[in-house]
C-alpha cells in the first residue's frame, strides 16, 4: 500500500508539472484587459512594476508598461556573475516549449526617448533553458536573448561557456516600436533554428546547436524545456527604466 501511494503521488506531480496545464497554441496577447492574462506568471516583478496602459500602444486600445526601480526581484550572483535586479514577464508553465519542435514568436517593444542609454548588462527578452531547481545550471545565460547595451542592439546565443553574437545593429532604437519575430527550434544538434526578423527585416538565419548539452556535468535534463521572458533584466544600478510591450503571440508551427 505504502508503495502504491507512493507511486500515485510521483504520477501526480508528473502530471501537474508536465501535462495538466498545457495551453493549446496559438495564443495572443494584445493587453487589452485591465488585468494579466493567466498564460502569464507573476514572480519576477514586483507589485505595480507591470501594469496595462493606453498611451503607448502598437495596435488595440492598450498596451503593458514595465518599469524596474533598482533592488527590484534582486538576486546574488553566482560563479563569478554580477547581482542582478529584473521585472520579467515570463510564460507560464504551460506555454514551456520543448526540444525539437518549431516555434513562431511575435512582439513589439517600445523603448521610450528618455530610456538611459548603460554600458553594463542588460536583457529585454530572452528564452532560458529550464534547469532543475538548485542545479548548476540554475546561473547560466540564456540559450538566445535580445541586449539593447550601449544604444546598440544585439542578439546573442549560449550554449555553452561562450556568448556568440548572432546580430548587432547600430542607431538609435529608441522612441520607436521595434516589431520582432522570430522561428525557433531549440536542439543541441545540428537541427536547432534561430530565424529572427525585427521591423519586416531579416537579421538572423542561424542553424545549428541551440540548446546546452543535458548531462550530469551541465545539470540539464533530456529532453531539454525552455521558457521566454521579456521586461527588463540587468546589472544593479541606480537608475529606473521603463520599457512598453504590445502584441505578443507564440504559435507551434510542426
Known amino acids: ?45 514586483v507589485k505595480g512594476a507591470v501594469k496595462v496602459e493606453p498611451e503607448i500602444v502598437r495596435a488595440g486600445h492598450s498596451a503593458l508598461e514595465i518599469t524596474l526601480h533598482t533592488g527590484d526581484i534582486y538576486e546574488a550572483g553566482q560563479h563569478g ?54 542545479g548548476i545550471c540554475d546561473d547560466n545565460s540564456p540559450v538566445l536573448a535580445i541586449r539593447y547595451i550601449s544604444g546598440s542592439l544585439k542578439i546573442t546565443q549560449n550554449t555553452g561557456s561562450h556568448q556568440t553574437t548572432l546580430y548587432k545593429g547600430k542607431g538609435e532604437y529608441r522612441n520607436r516600436w521595434l516589431d520582432f519575430k522570430f522561428h525557433i527550434c531549440f536542439a543541441k544538434n545540428n537541427n ?36 521566454f521572458k521579456m521586461g527588463l533584466y540587468r546589472d544593479v544600478m541606480p537608475e529606473p527604466m521603463t520599457i512598453y510591450i504590445d502584441e505578443y503571440s507564440k504559435e507551434l508551427l510542426y
Open 192 to 227: 536547432g533554428r534561430i530565424i529572427a526578423h525585427m521591423n519586416d527585416s531579416l537579421i538572423v538565419d542561424y542553424k545549428g546547436a541551440t540548446a546546452y548539452q543535458e548531462n550530469p556535468s551541465t545539470g540539464y535534463t533530456d529532453p531539454g524545456r525552455f521558457y
Open 81 to 134: 556573475n554580477l547581482p542582478s535586479e529584473r521585472a520579467e514577464l515570463t510564460e507560464t508553465e504551460g506555454l514551456i516549449s520543448e526540444e525539437g519542435k518549431n516555434y513562431a514568436y511575435s512582439f513589439s517593444m517600445f523603448i521610450p526617448e528618455d530610456f538611459p542609454v548603460v554600458t553594463t548588462r542588460l536583457v529585454i527578452a530572452q528564452w532560458k533553458q529550464e534547469c532543475p531547481r538548485g
Open 1 to 45: 500500500m505504502a508503495r502504491l501511494f507512493i507511486y500515485l503521488l510521483i504520477a501526480q506531480t508528473a502530471f501537474l508539472f508536465h501535462g495538466s496545464s498545457r495551453v493549446k497554441l496559438p495564443v495572443h496577447d494584445g493587453f487589452e484587459t485591465p488585468v494579466l492574462s493567466n498564460i502569464w506568471d507573476t514572480d519576477k516583478f
